[in-house]
DNA sequence: CCTGGCACCTGCAAGC
DNA sequence: TGCTTGCAGGTGCCAG
Protein backbone atom coordinates (compact mmCIF):
# COMPACT_ATOMS: atom_id res chain seq x y z
CA UNK A 1 0.00 0.00 0.00
CA UNK A 2 1.02 3.53 -0.54
CA UNK A 3 2.45 4.64 2.95
CA UNK A 4 0.41 7.75 2.93
CA UNK A 5 -2.42 5.60 2.70
CA UNK A 6 -2.15 3.74 5.64
CA UNK A 7 -0.96 6.33 7.46
CA UNK A 8 -3.57 8.30 7.28
CA UNK A 9 -5.88 6.78 10.21
CA UNK A 10 -8.74 8.86 11.32
CA UNK A 11 -11.61 8.16 13.12
CA UNK A 12 -13.57 11.22 12.43
CA UNK A 13 -17.82 11.20 12.67
CA UNK A 14 -19.17 12.63 9.57
CA UNK A 15 -21.85 15.08 10.19
CA UNK A 16 -24.20 11.86 9.40
CA UNK A 17 -22.72 9.84 11.93
CA UNK A 18 -22.42 12.68 14.53
CA UNK A 19 -26.18 12.70 14.36
CA UNK A 20 -26.43 16.36 13.16
CA UNK A 21 -29.62 17.12 11.15
CA UNK A 22 -28.89 15.65 7.58
CA UNK A 23 -30.07 18.12 5.04
CA UNK A 24 -28.96 16.96 1.79
CA UNK A 25 -25.61 15.28 1.71
CA UNK A 26 -24.92 13.35 -0.94
CA UNK A 27 -21.64 11.47 -1.86
CA UNK A 28 -20.50 9.57 -4.49
CA UNK A 29 -19.84 6.08 -2.99
CA UNK A 30 -16.04 4.84 -4.90
CA UNK A 31 -12.95 3.60 -3.53
CA UNK A 32 -11.94 6.69 -1.12
CA UNK A 33 -15.82 7.37 0.13
CA UNK A 34 -15.86 3.59 0.87
CA UNK A 35 -12.72 3.68 2.24
CA UNK A 36 -13.64 6.76 4.72
CA UNK A 37 -16.92 5.44 5.82
CA UNK A 38 -15.21 1.69 6.69
CA UNK A 39 -12.33 3.54 8.51
CA UNK A 40 -15.00 5.83 10.58
CA UNK A 41 -17.47 2.96 10.97
CA UNK A 42 -14.25 0.31 12.18
CA UNK A 43 -13.75 3.11 15.21
CA UNK A 44 -17.45 2.62 16.15
CA UNK A 45 -18.97 -0.93 15.35
CA UNK A 46 -16.25 -3.09 16.13
CA UNK A 47 -17.31 -5.25 18.93
CA UNK A 48 -20.97 -4.12 18.76
CA UNK A 49 -23.03 -7.05 18.68
CA UNK A 50 -26.40 -6.35 16.44
CA UNK A 51 -29.29 -7.46 18.65
CA UNK A 52 -32.33 -6.79 15.84
CA UNK A 53 -32.96 -6.41 12.18
CA UNK A 54 -35.83 -4.23 10.39
CA UNK A 55 -36.04 -4.98 6.49
CA UNK A 56 -38.81 -1.80 5.19
CA UNK A 57 -37.29 -3.01 2.04
CA UNK A 58 -36.59 -6.57 1.57
CA UNK A 59 -35.90 -6.65 -2.17
CA UNK A 60 -32.18 -4.58 -0.64
CA UNK A 61 -31.38 -7.74 0.44
CA UNK A 62 -30.02 -9.40 -2.82
CA UNK A 63 -28.99 -13.28 -0.57
CA UNK A 64 -30.03 -14.51 1.30
CA UNK A 65 -34.01 -14.67 1.54
CA UNK A 66 -34.75 -11.83 4.15
CA UNK A 67 -35.98 -14.47 6.72
CA UNK A 68 -32.65 -16.54 6.53
CA UNK A 69 -30.77 -13.30 6.50
CA UNK A 70 -32.16 -12.06 9.67
CA UNK A 71 -31.89 -15.28 11.11
CA UNK A 72 -28.00 -15.68 10.73
CA UNK A 73 -27.42 -11.81 11.31
CA UNK A 74 -28.67 -11.55 14.64
CA UNK A 75 -26.97 -12.05 17.64
CA UNK A 76 -23.47 -11.62 16.01
CA UNK A 77 -21.06 -9.62 16.98
CA UNK A 78 -18.85 -7.26 14.82
CA UNK A 79 -15.68 -8.06 14.61
CA UNK A 80 -13.72 -6.29 11.44
CA UNK A 81 -14.83 -3.59 9.09
CA UNK A 82 -12.86 -4.01 5.82
CA UNK A 83 -13.02 -3.09 1.55
CA UNK A 84 -12.84 -4.62 -1.47
CA UNK A 85 -13.36 -2.20 -4.49
CA UNK A 86 -16.75 -0.44 -3.87
CA UNK A 87 -18.02 -2.77 -1.16
CA UNK A 88 -17.89 -2.94 2.43
CA UNK A 89 -17.39 -6.09 4.75
CA UNK A 90 -18.56 -6.42 8.10
CA UNK A 91 -16.69 -9.43 9.18
CA UNK A 92 -18.91 -11.15 11.73
CA UNK A 93 -18.41 -13.74 14.81
CA UNK A 94 -18.85 -17.22 13.11
CA UNK A 95 -18.13 -17.89 9.28
CA UNK A 96 -20.22 -15.40 7.71
CA UNK A 97 -19.30 -11.31 6.06
CA UNK A 98 -21.79 -8.70 5.77
CA UNK A 99 -21.90 -7.01 2.87
CA UNK A 100 -23.34 -3.82 1.66
CA UNK A 101 -22.45 -1.94 -1.71
CA UNK A 102 -23.57 1.64 -1.98
CA UNK A 103 -24.59 1.53 -5.05
CA UNK A 104 -24.99 5.33 -6.39
CA UNK A 105 -26.83 6.91 -3.62
CA UNK A 106 -26.50 4.36 -0.42
CA UNK A 107 -25.87 6.11 2.94
CA UNK A 108 -25.00 4.62 5.95
CA UNK A 109 -25.80 6.68 9.25
CA UNK A 110 -24.70 5.25 13.00
CA UNK A 111 -27.88 7.04 15.04
CA UNK A 112 -29.46 6.23 18.21
CA UNK A 113 -32.76 4.18 17.83
CA UNK A 114 -34.68 7.44 19.12
CA UNK A 115 -33.49 9.70 16.59
CA UNK A 116 -36.07 10.36 14.08
CA UNK A 117 -36.17 7.99 10.87
CA UNK A 118 -34.54 8.96 7.79
CA UNK A 119 -37.21 9.04 4.90
CA UNK A 120 -35.63 5.81 2.66
CA UNK A 121 -34.08 3.63 5.08
CA UNK A 122 -34.03 -0.11 3.28
CA UNK A 123 -32.59 -2.01 6.07
CA UNK A 124 -31.34 -1.20 9.73
CA UNK A 125 -29.41 -3.20 12.16
CA UNK A 126 -30.19 -2.37 15.44
CA UNK A 127 -26.93 -2.53 18.46
CA UNK A 128 -26.12 -3.57 21.48
CA UNK A 129 -25.35 0.12 22.54
CA UNK A 130 -28.39 1.54 22.05
CA UNK A 131 -27.52 2.90 18.39
CA UNK A 132 -28.62 1.70 14.74
CA UNK A 133 -26.51 1.37 11.36
CA UNK A 134 -29.08 2.19 9.04
CA UNK A 135 -29.25 2.04 5.55
CA UNK A 136 -30.33 4.71 3.37
CA UNK A 137 -30.70 4.40 -0.09
CA UNK A 138 -33.11 6.40 -1.86
CA UNK A 139 -32.90 4.95 -5.78
CA UNK A 140 -32.62 1.46 -4.47
CA UNK A 141 -28.97 0.28 -6.38
CA UNK A 142 -27.61 -0.89 -3.69
CA UNK A 143 -27.31 -4.02 -2.11
CA UNK A 144 -26.70 -6.39 1.44
CA UNK A 145 -25.55 -9.74 1.15
CA UNK A 146 -24.48 -12.48 3.74
CA UNK A 147 -22.40 -15.09 3.03
CA UNK A 148 -19.78 -17.70 3.88
CA UNK A 149 -16.47 -15.44 3.96
CA UNK A 150 -14.79 -18.98 2.76
CA UNK A 151 -16.72 -17.87 -0.69
CA UNK A 152 -17.87 -21.75 -0.35
CA UNK A 153 -21.64 -21.04 0.24
CA UNK A 154 -21.81 -18.48 -2.88
CA UNK A 155 -18.80 -16.52 -4.57
CA UNK A 156 -17.89 -13.76 -3.11
CA UNK A 157 -19.38 -10.30 -4.67
CA UNK A 158 -15.57 -9.17 -5.43
CA UNK A 159 -14.19 -13.01 -7.09
CA UNK A 160 -13.47 -11.43 -10.13
CA UNK A 161 -12.82 -8.25 -9.55
CA UNK A 162 -9.51 -6.34 -10.51
CA UNK A 163 -6.38 -5.90 -8.42
CA UNK A 164 -6.75 -3.10 -5.59
CA UNK A 165 -5.46 0.04 -7.04
CA UNK A 166 -3.39 1.28 -3.76
CA UNK A 167 -1.82 -2.15 -2.96
CA UNK A 168 2.15 -2.99 -4.40
CA UNK A 169 0.57 -6.06 -6.37
CA UNK A 170 -0.80 -2.87 -8.69
CA UNK A 171 1.92 -1.76 -10.21
CA UNK A 172 2.53 0.24 -14.46
CA UNK A 173 2.65 -3.45 -15.74
CA UNK A 174 0.11 -5.38 -14.05
CA UNK A 175 -2.25 -2.78 -15.89
CA UNK A 176 -0.84 -2.87 -19.03
CA UNK A 177 -1.31 -6.29 -19.10
CA UNK A 178 -5.15 -5.24 -18.19
CA UNK A 179 -4.81 -3.25 -21.20
CA UNK A 180 -2.88 -4.81 -23.65
CA UNK A 181 -5.33 -6.49 -25.58
CA UNK A 182 -8.57 -4.44 -25.44
CA UNK A 183 -10.25 -2.14 -28.00
CA UNK A 184 -12.59 -0.84 -25.72
CA UNK A 185 -12.48 3.04 -25.00
CA UNK A 186 -10.37 3.69 -22.01
CA UNK A 187 -13.18 5.48 -19.88
CA UNK A 188 -15.45 2.27 -20.17
CA UNK A 189 -12.64 -0.07 -19.61
CA UNK A 190 -11.56 2.05 -16.01
CA UNK A 191 -15.00 1.77 -14.57
CA UNK A 192 -14.94 -1.57 -15.40
CA UNK A 193 -14.09 -3.14 -11.97
CA UNK A 194 -12.71 -6.07 -13.29
CA UNK A 195 -9.95 -4.46 -15.06
CA UNK A 196 -9.35 -2.38 -11.45
CA UNK A 197 -11.04 -2.15 -8.55
CA UNK A 198 -12.90 1.07 -7.21
CA UNK A 199 -13.13 3.73 -9.58
CA UNK A 200 -16.38 5.00 -10.79
CA UNK A 201 -17.02 7.88 -12.91
CA UNK A 202 -15.38 10.97 -10.82
CA UNK A 203 -12.18 9.48 -10.19
CA UNK A 204 -11.39 7.81 -13.80
CA UNK A 205 -12.22 11.48 -15.16
CA UNK A 206 -9.84 12.56 -12.60
CA UNK A 207 -7.07 9.85 -13.04
CA UNK A 208 -7.33 10.19 -17.05
CA UNK A 209 -6.76 14.29 -16.68
CA UNK A 210 -3.84 13.92 -14.51
CA UNK A 211 -2.40 11.43 -16.52
CA UNK A 212 -3.05 13.67 -19.72
CA UNK A 213 -4.63 10.87 -21.98
CA UNK A 214 -7.89 11.41 -23.23
CA UNK A 215 -11.00 9.51 -22.56
CA UNK A 216 -11.73 8.04 -25.68
CA UNK A 217 -8.27 6.58 -26.48
CA UNK A 218 -8.40 2.98 -27.34
CA UNK A 219 -6.81 1.25 -24.67
CA UNK A 220 -4.24 -1.23 -26.58
CA UNK A 221 -3.05 2.34 -28.23
CA UNK A 222 -1.28 3.31 -25.24
CA UNK A 223 2.32 3.28 -25.00
CA UNK A 224 4.13 1.64 -21.99
CA UNK A 225 5.25 6.22 -20.85
CA UNK A 226 1.58 6.74 -21.12
CA UNK A 227 0.56 3.63 -18.84
CA UNK A 228 2.77 4.67 -16.29
CA UNK A 229 1.21 8.12 -16.50
CA UNK A 230 -2.13 6.58 -15.97
CA UNK A 231 -0.92 3.90 -13.10
CA UNK A 232 0.28 6.61 -11.44
CA UNK A 233 -2.64 8.83 -11.67
CA UNK A 234 -5.33 6.52 -10.58
CA UNK A 235 -2.93 5.91 -7.37
CA UNK A 236 -2.44 10.18 -6.88
CA UNK A 237 -6.03 10.81 -7.05
CA UNK A 238 -7.46 7.92 -5.08
CA UNK A 239 -5.06 8.70 -2.20
CA UNK A 240 -5.59 12.16 -2.39
CA UNK A 241 -9.27 12.06 -2.12
CA UNK A 242 -8.96 9.77 0.81
CA UNK A 243 -6.87 12.14 2.33
CA UNK A 244 -9.78 14.75 1.84
CA UNK A 245 -12.72 11.81 3.04
CA UNK A 246 -13.98 11.99 -0.52
CA UNK A 247 -15.93 13.63 -2.60
CA UNK A 248 -19.41 15.00 -1.30
CA UNK A 249 -22.09 16.70 -3.19
CA UNK A 250 -24.90 18.32 -1.60
CA UNK A 251 -27.27 20.57 -3.45
CA UNK A 252 -28.26 22.36 -0.53
CA UNK A 253 -27.85 22.43 3.17
CA UNK A 254 -28.50 24.62 5.97
CA UNK A 255 -25.50 23.99 8.20
CA UNK A 256 -21.65 23.25 8.22
CA UNK A 257 -20.78 19.42 8.42
CA UNK A 258 -17.91 17.66 8.39
CA UNK A 259 -18.37 16.11 4.72
CA UNK A 260 -15.67 15.29 2.77
CA UNK A 261 -14.05 18.33 0.93
CA UNK A 262 -12.64 16.84 -2.02
CA UNK A 263 -15.11 18.25 -3.96
CA UNK A 264 -13.00 21.67 -3.75
CA UNK A 265 -9.89 19.77 -5.47
CA UNK A 266 -11.59 18.32 -8.02
CA UNK A 267 -9.83 19.24 -11.47
CA UNK A 268 -11.92 18.24 -14.10
CA UNK A 269 -15.33 16.12 -12.82
CA UNK A 270 -18.61 19.03 -12.22
CA UNK A 271 -16.03 21.64 -13.55
CA UNK A 272 -17.81 21.98 -17.12
CA UNK A 273 -16.56 25.47 -18.30
CA UNK A 274 -13.93 26.18 -15.84
CA UNK A 275 -10.19 26.11 -16.51
CA UNK A 276 -8.69 23.29 -16.31
CA UNK A 277 -5.74 23.52 -13.69
CA UNK A 278 -2.96 22.95 -15.44
CA UNK A 279 -3.77 25.06 -18.48
CA UNK A 280 -6.54 27.21 -17.97
CA UNK A 281 -7.91 25.57 -20.74
CA UNK A 282 -11.95 25.45 -20.30
CA UNK A 283 -13.67 22.00 -19.76
CA UNK A 284 -15.63 20.15 -21.53
CA UNK A 285 -18.08 17.55 -21.13
CA UNK A 286 -18.71 14.69 -23.56
CA UNK A 287 -20.10 11.22 -23.40
CA UNK A 288 -18.52 8.40 -23.66
CA UNK A 289 -19.82 5.07 -22.90
CA UNK A 290 -22.94 6.56 -22.16
CA UNK A 291 -21.27 8.22 -18.90
CA UNK A 292 -20.67 12.38 -18.81
CA UNK A 293 -17.22 12.40 -19.33
CA UNK A 294 -15.44 15.70 -18.22
CA UNK A 295 -11.89 16.44 -19.83
CA UNK A 296 -9.18 19.05 -20.70
CA UNK A 297 -9.63 19.15 -24.88
CA UNK A 298 -5.73 20.73 -24.75
CA UNK A 299 -4.16 18.32 -22.37
CA UNK A 300 -6.26 15.54 -23.27
CA UNK A 301 -5.33 14.95 -26.82
CA UNK A 302 -6.94 12.16 -28.74
C1' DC B 1 -14.49 -14.18 -24.50
C1' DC B 2 -15.40 -9.18 -25.61
C1' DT B 3 -18.02 -4.88 -26.62
C1' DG B 4 -21.69 -1.63 -26.48
C1' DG B 5 -26.39 -0.55 -25.17
C1' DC B 6 -30.01 -0.48 -22.06
C1' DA B 7 -32.80 -1.15 -17.66
C1' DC B 8 -33.13 -0.49 -12.97
C1' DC B 9 -34.87 3.67 -9.59
C1' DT B 10 -35.84 8.26 -7.70
C1' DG B 11 -34.76 13.19 -6.70
C1' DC B 12 -33.71 17.14 -8.73
C1' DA B 13 -33.34 20.82 -12.23
C1' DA B 14 -34.57 22.81 -16.40
C1' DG B 15 -38.04 24.09 -19.56
C1' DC B 16 -42.54 25.41 -20.81
C1' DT C 1 -46.87 28.43 -9.96
C1' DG C 2 -47.14 23.76 -11.49
C1' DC C 3 -46.53 20.43 -14.69
C1' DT C 4 -43.57 17.46 -17.81
C1' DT C 5 -39.28 15.91 -19.27
C1' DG C 6 -34.61 14.55 -18.97
C1' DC C 7 -30.57 13.66 -16.45
C1' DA C 8 -27.55 11.44 -12.97
C1' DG C 9 -24.60 6.75 -12.73
C1' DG C 10 -23.00 1.36 -10.53
C1' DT C 11 -24.11 -2.77 -11.92
C1' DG C 12 -26.23 -6.66 -14.34
C1' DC C 13 -28.20 -8.45 -18.33
C1' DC C 14 -28.63 -8.86 -23.20
C1' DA C 15 -27.54 -9.18 -28.15
C1' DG C 16 -24.17 -9.20 -31.62
New binding site residues.
Given amino acids: MLAQYTRLRCFQLTSEMAGQPAG ?1 IHS ?3 LPEVETMVRDLEGQMVGRRITGVDLPFAAEVKYPDPLEFRDRVVGRTVNAISRR ?3 AAFQLDGADVLII ?1 R ?3 GSLFLRNSSDPQE ?2 IRVLFRLDDGRELRFND ?4 G ?1 VLLMERSGLERPL ?1 WLRMGPEPLDDEFDAATLRRALA ?5 LK ?2 L ?4 VVAGL ?3 Y ?1 DEALHLARIHPQRR ?1 DTLSTHETKRLHAAIRTVLAEAIAGRGTTFS ?2 RDYEGREGDFQHRLRV ?1 GRTGAACPRCGTAII ?1 L ?1 V ?4 THMCPRCQKV
Avoid at 138 to 141: A, I
Avoid at 181 to 185: G, Q, S
Avoid at 289 to 292: A, E, K, P
Fill in positions: KMPEGKYHGMTAHPRKFSPRRTALPLLNQSGNIAASYFKVGGRG
